[in-house]
Nanobody, 125 residues
Framework: QLQLVESGGGLVQPGGSLRLSCAAS????????VGWFRQAPGKEREGVPV????????NYADSVKGRFTVSRDNAKNTVYLQMNSLKPEDTTVYYC??????????????????WGQGTQVTVSS
């Protein structure tokens, strides 16, 4: 049974940076694509970045391109989300999720089998 735990969220001023981590336990992430998702009040849940099993394929939502970077270290069983130039509209809970045997990653949250508990990101002056 795969478990995911996010960490690294917190309060930051606009323009600041945070690095989120998604640590897996119980099973290896080798066969899982991983996505980061967020949902603002009154809006649909959206994928932020997705990353393939190997890390060779990465895709980003238009709203975060050039600001966020996703990476993974399968040896450490961890996926990271580096967030730079943060904006107030980035404020919400961020979740990581793992999709079994989806090599390239997907934006469809229905494809994800395992979810972490989330970590709060607040961008405010």
């Amino acid at each position: 049974q795969l478990q995911l735990v996010e960490s690294g969220g917190g309060l930051v001023q606009p323009g600041g940076s945070l690095r989120l981590s998604c640590a897996a336990s119980g099973r290896s992430l080798d066969n899982y694509a991983v996505g980061w998702f967020r949902q603002a009040p009154g809006k649909e849940r959206e994928g932020v970045p997705v990353i393939s099993t190997s890390g060779g394929s990465r895709n980003y939502a238009d709203s975060v391109k050039g600001r966020f970077t996703v990476s993974r270290d399968n040896a450490k069983n961890t996926v990271y989300l580096q967030m730079n130039s943060l904006k107030p509209e980035d404020t919400t809970v961020y979740y990581c999720a793992a999709a079994w045997m989806i090599v390239a990653g997907t934006w469809d949250d229905r494809e994800y089998d395992y979810w972490g508990q989330g970590t709060q990101v607040t961008v405010s002056s």
